[in-house]
């Protein structure tokens, strides 16, 4: 008996493994979405900095020349992986076999394409922070805008 | 069901052999139909393993003798829940079976979660993962079977070791287990990147949680186990710089270092090959460690040579390490930095500092575990290292760590100047002064407790004191109450405040470990029925004894002793002795009287002996002021990481909304300056 079950567990295991060897061919693996992800990680890691370096700032850890530099900086590094990716994610889309986060988020960026197109393009004059075409006030510190 | 159990196990050899070469041929091949298929042998494996564990699990179950694993670790008077299902681990053939069991659901988890996000490294992941499987699935068909037959099926089994017939050992080791095997997954994906070539950040990202995880179990694990050895050993202690307690320590330790180290790299770009190794080290610790506790190495250098196990281990550790250290060789030209640290007194730099420590601390162990080893092959002497070294040499680097963790949140990421540094340090500095007077003043009067007091009241002080200035900027910024711009604070930022809420947990626990360590006391007396002593302000008077009562497997002697203090009684306690015939072990029953105000001290009574006729008995008290600081700080552990591991709001709010850097990056809504 037991060995019928266990003959029976192994025609199981072979219809486990086989099955995607007889199925239609499985969506190709696109060849960005590894660039992709490293992308995604490296603009979480740009984020967590960023947010890591107002919060210095803000208890005094840090003097406003650094701060401003530094985050000068990392936003310009942001904004380049943000363009990148937009890039990545455009190809990778053409794929069909993303995740309804990962649409969202790149027509999210879609979206914001013209506005992210480098560190040095508005900043606020009082904080340092990048606004938006039009803005009137900064939204970090609440300067009037030139 | 030993036979299909039996079966099962053969397929599932030949299973992992499939799917760690489907895996490799499929990506290196560009055949995805056969990634899917290694997909589905993951699946499969852990199917047929479970098919197996259920078959040991039932043999247990229905006593069938006629395996080893059943007659030599259980017996008819054993009660079926827990200990009868216990004994599934207490066997060397079990305990192998365990471990491949839940990688194989480490793997299944894995596999469900990640396949669809990390196409490209998941096919290696299976590879590696199958090919470790591939090692234990040898293991458990040719070396050390959990079906291996009795040359004679006794009419009872031998029963259960005494020492795991405890709750705490039906939970300890399932959770120290689940933290050992968990750190093979994070090993995975380090092996992934190496062999994809995939070498940025994504593998970092995608393991953070997945080592976070085992290092949460490992670290309960290690609690667990110390509140068993208190609860059973009968030494008054929970921890003894045993060679099997160091086996978890390392990898946690190895492991705490890579958490910290990773936001280095995901900040900076910086020790992408020191986390690659790291990895590798923590893994090859936790085969170490498995190596260590079923080989029976540390007893004599020639030990393993008896074991079944032995020399497979360490054959397989050899191959494990070698190949993973040439695998990173060969990729060093693409891990170089991407960016270098700006200054140093900066938080990556102390970072690395911490690392440093956290590895030393490790290896310090590491050379007093196998010391035994060394000094035999040597000099052809068993030299064992006791608690003095390990006191001092690691108790050294915990208190550089100490400090460490005190300065880290007062400098941010990319640099401070010492001048900003120094202004941050007054408070609390004079907080540490403060505090050091007062543990003085209630008695601390040792050079080292005070010194460890006074770290901890640092630690506190900046840790605390960030917690609460960011929560008030906050508040500053969104006019919410304090206690909810600290929860929006910490739900928007996990990793560091939840981080931060670990180390005020682990301060807890060090002012147990401090407190229990430094000034515990023992007193010995033997008395006569309705005779007293006193120890640390405690009178014990001993009452009754009672003999022969049947207890489990056992035969319990329990004594009634009436404790007083300031002339009131407050506690009665019954400290008894289990002889198991069976295994002709007797086993001493601690019993503990937990002084409440602010988890004060234990009383620790364990009887030592007694004359013949009862006349006399001889009870050993301990006296273990604030131990159960340990193991409340051990509780804010779990909860404190549990917040940590819990997706981050923001994190999820990115992903859904990524827009511009600048708005995805502030933790405030409208920063009011």
Known sequence: ?146 | MTTLGSIALIIALIVAVYTALAGLLGVRGHVPELSASARNGVVAFSALMTIVVASIVYALITRDFSLSLVANHSSRDLPIFPYTITALWADQSGSLLFWSWILSLYGLAVVLKKWSANRDLMPYVIAVLMGIQTFFALMLNFVSSPFLKMDITPVDGAGLNPLLQHPAMAIHPPILYLGYVGFTIPFCFAMAALLSGRLNDDWIRTTRRWTMLPWLFLGMGLLLGGRWAYDVLGWGGYWGWDPVENAALMPWLVGTAFLHSVMVQERRGALKVWNLGLIIIAFGLVLFGTFLTRSGVIQSVHAFTESDVGAWFLSFIAVVLIASVALLFTRLDRLESDHEFDSLLSREVFFLVNNILFLGAAMAILIGVIWPIISELVTGETLTVGPPYYNLVVGSIFAALLLLMGIIPLIGWGGATLAKLGRKLVGPLLFTVFITIVAFILGARDAIPLFGYALIAFVVATTAGDLYWSSRARQKNTHERLFVAFAHLLSRNRRRYGGYLIHLSVMVLAIGVIGSRAYSTDETSALAKGQSFTTQGYTLTFEEITGNIPDGEGILTSATVGVYEGGSRIATLQPGNVYYPRQQQPETEPAIYHDPPLFRRDLYLIINGWSNNFDTVSFRAYVNPMINWVWFGGFLFLLSTLVTLWPDAKESSVRAHASLPEQSAFSYSRPGE
């Open chain 1, 1 to 146: 008996m037991a060995i019928f079950v266990g003959l029976i567990v192994l025609a199981a295991v072979l219809v486990v493994l086989a099955y995607p060897l007889y199925l239609s061919r499985p969506r190709a693996v696109a060849s960005s979405s590894g660039a992709v992800n490293d992308l995604l990680a490296q603009r979480d890691g740009l984020y967590a900095t960023l947010r890591d370096l107002d919060l210095d700032f803000e208890l005094g850890k840090l003097d406003g020349t650094d701060y401003h530099s530094r985050r000068e900086k990392y936003l310009g590094r942001a904004s380049l992986v943000l363009q990148q990716l937009d890039r990545a994610r455009a190809a990778t889309g053409q794929d069909g076999g993303m995740s309804d986060e990962i649409e969202r988020e790149v027509a999210a960026l879609r979206r914001a394409q013209g506005m992210a197109t480098g560190p040095s393009t508005h900043t606020c004059p009082n904080c340092g922070r990048v606004y938006n075409e039009g803005d009137r006030f900064c939204g970090r510190c609440g300067h009037t805008l030139p």
